[in-house]
């Protein structure tokens, strides 16, 4: 191989015959595998020699990387005389081993250099903060001479002493770096904001060139302009920067104080809670809470529950203190909140009006109203509970209740009774009393409310007040004009008679109960009806009770919370405020509540969905309660299920009354063997789930006053559903006694038709046998139901397929005679058996 072929070469070799640099390749190795080759130039110092002695070894005088661009090559000043040359792998050796060499000096003396600069820039800092702690004492000495010696020598005495240190200090940071011999070095400026702008301050703190003189990163080489101006490249500290250090001295401060005493807390606990709840109480962690427990021998998490006893002892360990509750303090008690006598006001008397269906009650409101409400009652009877207010002549206003009288509506017509303070009886002259006018007295006597009785349709033929009054008495209701204390008026809702009569009978009614109320407190109230209206949504009437309901207060009723959007009294205007006796529409509630629920103005809206919470939590209870569980009710209710046919249905009705009244009357059209199951109900339009209910059951829904939606309609048309839509309750009830009726099938009802004693039993053809009889009692005929009885145990039920009489067929044979029968499907006949005959009637069955 020749020299050129050994010899690492560079891209672009320097110009020259006789070069005085040496270029190599030298290969650096990373990791992951990665490599670089750099270009190394190695330039000799040419040294002439004495004649006669060798050529001294060559110096390194700099290295440098191939990007730098290489020096021009100095020419010889003199020949050098040639050196013995070595062979070709020790010169290639040699090179390699040189280079490497050259490099690790270069780095050397770099980080050398580096160093020299850190010394001479920390130099030059500690020199610049000696100069201005000096300056700063010649200062205060200045300062503090001023103050004691007003003599203008003052200041010329101190000032030499004041220039010598600072005089030093300049002749020793001299060498450092070159200064201007005219004047000094200016003063550092200096960013503290730390003081006071216009507090002259003892002592200054301690510059930043002294406090950063371990910053390396500020390190590098000293030029004139930073020996000039020191730190006047420095940067400032941000406001962030002296934010945090000002909260970080606060902070140590506060620590040095010493440990914080223990914040005793009072922690509601109630019947159950769980550990992290209760470590949330009490401001604790959760973990602590945790091994605590676990010492007492309780291993819990913290989503684990515990009881109140538990807790205490928790409490009691971590030094607080206890408060039990329980969970029935969530409710509003209304039995405890009694108003002072002082503050109540009288207020309007609430008269609910009851009676038999088609009596003429809602006529008789009308009446009295000036309304006409029964134009638009489907079937002419009142299927919802009205509330209306009326002006008396003499400007006294009366509330009215309007509530159903037929037999369905039994809870509407208890809760009017539970609500009222005066009950009406309506009875019509020519009718007299009937079930729902009993059951109207009854519920008033269980109210314990006094009883006006308006004797209707006088007007009529065949009216007879007097009949009325005497039937009164049958239940213990004794008018005036017997000698009794129960008003009675006679009226004419029609011609409008005696009405006058009627109000002066509820004005004197309501003066001797004084009633009154506090109506400078919280709105308390009692829902009448509820609905969901399409447009409003879920909407209430309520009955004030007490109190003054405004327009934006949060209110709990019943399992349902919200806020009064909007008041809407009985013509169907908008108010600001109800006050007791008073009849309102509320919109604004969460949900349709349930009627009767009461309403309860609360202070604030977690309190409300707190109790509307609890509320709801105790229905589930309730709803998902099982009985006790005994072998023998197992038995018997798995009997039942295999014997009785079920009924399902989906009932969606205008407003919740409603609702409710058509569950009632369903249940009761149950029997043994059919029974209404009622998958869902509620009050609004027919939606969606709805129909998936009825068509994953295969239930027709029931509509009352309501139609499904188009999205609701369009599954039902794909689904099959059917829809039931009625407006009046009677033909309800009717049509789905029908269709249960038809799920049972006809009835079966069976009539015996004769009985007979088997005296013997002969062979008739090669297998049957004929039973050779006596008839008791009727008559036995052919092709008639048979059983037949051995000791009083039916063997078998068939039916006679031939009836002879000696040889001759013959179609009856009647009681006292004998005949010969073959019973069809059987052969186990032996005398003395007893043959009964049946024929069965399939009748249509009715509920």
């Known amino acids: 191989m020749s020299d050129e072929q050994d010899k690492p070469t560079l891209t672009r070799k320097p110009l020259g015959l006789k070069r005085t640099v040496e270029a190599g390749q030298v290969q650096q190795q990373f990791s992951h595998g990665r490599r670089n080759t750099v270009v190394v130039e190695v330039k000799r110092r040419r040294v002439i020699g004495r004649p006669g002695e060798a050529a001294p070894a060559p110096e390194a005088e700099d290295v440098e990387a191939a990007p730098a661009p290489a020096p021009a090559p100095t020419p010889a000043p003199a020949p050098k005389p040639a050196a013995p040359r070595a062979s070709e792998n020790d010169s290639l050796m040699t090179r390699q081993e040189r280079q490497a060499q050259l490099l690790r000096e270069a780095e050397e003396a770099r980080m050398a250099a580096l160093e020299e600069n850190r010394r001479r820039d920390e130099a030059a800092r500690a020199r610049a903060a000696e100069e201005e702690k000096a300056r700063a004492e010649a200062r205060q000495e200045q300062a503090a001479a001023k103050e004691a010696e007003p003599a203008p020598a003052a200041p010329t005495a101190a000032e030499p002493a004041a220039e010598a240190p600072a005089a030093e200090a300049r002749d020793e940071a001299a060498p450092a ?43 590098g080489k000293l030029t004139v302009t930073r020996a000039l101006n020191e730190d006047e490249g420095a940067r400032a500290r941000s406001l962030a920067a002296l934010k945090r250090a000002r909260e970080k001295e606060k902070r140590s401060h506060m620590t040095s104080s010493g440990p914080r005493e223990k914040q005793v807390r009072e922690v509601v606990v109630p019947d159950s809670i769980t550990v992290q709840e209760l470590a949330n109480r009490m401001a604790e962690k959760g973990a602590d809470l945790v091994k605590a427990l676990f010492k007492m021998g309780m291993p819990v998490t913290v989503n684990q529950t515990i009881d109140q006893d538990t807790a205490e002892l928790l409490v009691t360990e971590f030094g607080h203190e206890i408060k039990r509750v329980s969970e029935a303090d969530i409710d509003i008690r209304h039995d405890e909140d009694v108003d002072d006598a002082a503050q109540l006001k009288p207020r309007a008397p609430v008269v609910t009006i009851m009676g038999h269906v088609d009596h003429g009650k809602t006529s008789l409101l009308d ?49 009017g009774a539970n609500v009222t303070d005066i009950v009406i009886l309506v009875v019509a002259a020519d009718d007299g009393l009937k079930p729902q006018s009993i059951e109207a007295i009854s519920h008033a006597k269980a109210a314990g409310v006094p009883i006006i009785v308006a004797i209707n349709k006088i007007d009529k033929e065949g009216a007879n007040p007097q009949r009325v009054r005497e039937r009164l008495l049958e239940h213990e209701l004794v008018v005036e004009e017997m000698g009794g204390d129960v008003q009675n008026v006679e009226v004419s809702a029609l011609k409008k008679t005696g009405l006058d009569k009627l109000l002066d009978a509820i004005a004197l009614q309501a003066e001797i109960m004084e009633l009154k109320a506090n109506p400078d407190r919280n709105a308390e109230g009692t829902v009448i009806e509820a609905k969901l209206d399409k447009g ?142 009622v998958l869902q109900s509620g009050a609004g339009a027919i939606t969606e789930s709805d ?157």
């Open 367 to 415: 009446a009295l109203r000036g309304a006409n409400v029964v134009a638009g009652e489907a079937g002419g009877i009142t299927q919802h509970i009205g509330a209306y207010q009326v002006k008396a002549k003499d400007g006294s206003l009366i509330t009215f209740l309007d509530t159903p009288g037929h037999e369905a509506f039994t809870e509407m017509r208890q809760r």
């Open 536 to 677: 409003r949504g879920p909407v209430a009437t309520i009955l004030v009770r007490r109190g003054t309901l405004n327009v934006g207060d949060i209110f709990v009723c019943g399992a349902e919370s919200g806020r009064v959007r909007a008041l809407v009294d009985d013509h169907g205007k908008q108010i600001k405020a109800a006050g007791p006796s008073m009849p309102v529409e509320v919109l604004g509630l969460g949900g349709v509540p349930m009627a009767g629920d009461t309403l309860t103005v609360v202070e604030n809206e977690a309190r409300a969905r707190e109790v509307a919470a609890y509320r709801q939590e105790q229905a589930l209870k309730k709803r998902t309660a099982q009985a006790p569980v005994s072998l023998e009710g197992m038995f018997s209710a798995l009997a039942d299920k295999a014997k009785v046919i079920e009924y399902p249905v989906v009932i969606k009705g205008d407003v919740q009354g409603s609702v409710e009244a058509i569950v009632n009357a369903l249940n009761r059209l149950s029997t043994d063997e059919i029974r209404v199951r």
């Open 177 to 219: 770096a070159p200064r201007p011999a005219a004047s000094a070095a200016p003063a550092p400026r200096r960013f503290t904001p730390v003081e006071a702008p216009k507090r002259p301050e003892p002592k200054r703190p301690e510059p930043k060139a002294a406090r950063g003189t371990d910053n390396r990163r500020q390190s």
């Open 691 to 847: 129909v998936t209910l009825a068509a994953a059951t295969g239930a027709p829904i029931i509509g009352f006053n309501v139609r499904p939606n188009a999205k609701a309609r369009e599954i039902a048309n794909r689904e099959k559903v059917r829809f039931m839509y009625y407006d009046v309750i009677y033909h309800l009830t009717a049509d789905v006694a029908k269709e249960m009726a038809g799920e049972l099938g006809p009835e079966r009802i069976e009539n015996v038709v004769g009985r007979a004693e088997v005296k013997d039993v002969f062979p008739a053809g090669k297998r049957d046998k004929a039973a050779g009889l006596l008839v008791l009692e009727g008559s036995i005929r052919k092709g008639l139901h048979a059983r037949l009885t051995r000791d009083d145990v039916i063997v078998s039920a068939t039916t006679i397929a031939s009836l002879r009489r000696f040889k001759d067929d013959v179609a009856e044979v009647r009681a006292g005679l004998e005949c010969g029968v073959v019973l069809a499907d059987t052969n186990d006949i032996k005398p003395g058996d007893h043959l009964e005959v049946f024929e069965v009637e399939l009748r249509e069955r009715t509920l």
